[in-house]
């Protein structure tokens, strides 16, 4: 008979759980997963529960799709993973045609492991640019407020985001932060396609004040993440990305959750119909099957760095897995399927069915405001409904209200107090209402302890 082991106490005595405070788990152990398929995982007990946040954004094809599973098998025969510097091999250039085809003007890719690596590639990379083609003055990088970029020192920098980059403000590079942005609900609302002129106004002056200096402009195009969810005008890209392309500022897409049809196109600046200098890809990449990012940079910008070697204009910069074969392999197959499957027009034509999921549970509970959504994303804020005011922060409604969603069948990690739907992209309507349904029992439960 085989021996029962406690892997939750093994765990505890020598894991370090990332973006969690340790002494949660005292009274609210991680829970032990023991497989996990399409929208589901399921734990050792024999629970089945839906993955509502997509492992974290990336598993946009869901767990263990068989088509990805076959592609790195097949790699598998043949090697694993080769330096990349000095070496080819043919899932990497096959994936670099890929990634240049998706919106025009690019035709370089630099890879990196993870997203906030990407950032820093891009960072890098822009400053180089600059430093190399008679403008050595553009020193500052810029980004939007309340963004996200990653947890490295330069992508952490570019972040607005207080609660990741607090303890480390000492040592973080001087940024400019542009804003207000104009926030909205959907594509439907009227600033989705103009903003008003003293909105920009506002943003313009901070660039204006600083063009001398600036070298690249960093965003989340459409939607900030960490931040909340946070929806904003594609308007407001159209006019960041004329400014840059009239004063020599590099235009940097951090694509990184919104990539691969997140939002419905491929990319979400194609929602503004602008084209970036450089975008930067990892999570859908290869669709949660293994750490992997791409710089994708126009042919500009890879111009600036070739030259002779004495010049030293070479870019340096390295990481150890970067362009893995079986995360390529992975990769390859889930453009595929992006493309096969037509999956960026069933997001949108879906996007109206995981929002109008979000709006049953603030009706059903009227604990939720301002729901918010695009493509397969949808989000709204936790509030009593008593008041319709926020809770307390050190009420920690939303990580109440994880724990009663988790305890009921759905994977539902807040941000904060803001709950969010973002499951992945090709998961069932069935799904999606039953999400919904231990979505607002999960609520009313916690308002209800809440508000007692």
């Known amino acids: 008979m085989r021996k029962k082991t406690n892997w939750i106490d093994r765990d505890l005595a020598h894991v370090w759980h990332p973006c969690t405070q340790m002494k949660d788990h005292e009274n609210f152990p991680p829970i032990e997963i023991s497989s996990a398929k399409g929208s589901y995982l399921h734990s050792s007990n024999g629970a089945q529960i839906i993955d509502g946040i997509s492992s974290w954004w990336c598993k946009s094809l869901g767990h263990r799709h068989p088509a990805i599973a076959r592609a790195i098998k097949r790699q598998m025969k043949f090697f694993e993973h080769i330096i990349p510097a000095g070496t080819t091999q043919r899932p990497l250039v096959e994936l670099s045609e890929r990634l240049c085809s998706l919106m025009p003007g690019f035709d370089k890719v630099f890879y990196s492991d993870s997203g906030s690596s990407a950032v820093e590639v891009a960072a890098k990379m822009s400053l180089q640019f600059h430093a190399q083609t008679s403008t050595p003055e553009k020193k500052l990088l810029a980004s939007l407020q309340n963004g ?14 207080e609660l990741y980059s607090r303890p480390f403000s000492k040592i973080l590079h001087r940024t400019i932060k542009l804003g207000p942005l104009p926030y909205l609900d959907s594509k439907a609302s009227p600033l989705w396609e103009k903003i008003p002129d003293e909105d920009w106004l506002k943003v313009e002056r901070t660039l204006d004040t600083n063009k001398p200096r600036l070298a690249a402009i960093f965003f989340e195009p459409i939607v900030q993440g960490a931040a909340g969810m946070l929806v904003y005008s594609m308007n407001f890209l159209q006019r960041l990305s004329e400014w840059a392309g009239k004063n020599n500022v590099l ?7 919104t990539g691969f049809h997140r939002t419905g196109p491929a990319l979400a600046c194609m929602h503004a119909g602008i084209v970036p200098d450089i975008v930067c890809l990892s999570k859908g990449l290869s669709a949660g099957w293994g750490a992997m990012s791409a710089v994708l940079v126009k042919r500009k910008i890879f111009n600036a760095f070739y030259d002779d070697h004495p010049t030293g204009k070479a870019f340096l910069h390295s990481s150890t897995y970067a362009g893995n074969a079986l995360c390529a392999a992975a990769a390859i197959e889930a453009l595929k399927i992006y493309e096969e499957e037509r999956i960026g027009e069933m997001v ?18 009227a604990a939720l405001r301002n729901i918010r959504g695009i493509g397969f994303i949808a989000a709204a804020d936790i509030v009593n409904p008593k008041t319709g005011s926020p809770f307390p922060k050190d009420a920690r409604a939303g990580f109440m209200f994880y724990q009663n969603a988790l305890r009921g069948g759905a994977f539902l ?9 973002m499951p992945p992209l090709n998961s069932a309507p069935a799904t999606i209402r039953k999400l919904a349904k231990i979505a607002a029992k999960a609520l009313e439960e916690t308002v209800r302890k809440l508000s007692s």
């Open 148 to 161: 996200y970029h990653g947890e490295t020192t330069l992508a952490l920098s570019l972040g607005d985001c």
């Open 251 to 257: 235009l940097v897409a951090d694509e990184i959750m």
């Open 348 to 365: 949108s034509e879906r996007e109206c069915e995981l929002r109008g999921a979000m709006e049953k549970t603030g009706r059903s509970t």
């Open 413 to 421: 990690r807040s941000l904060g107090d803001t709950i969010y739907f």
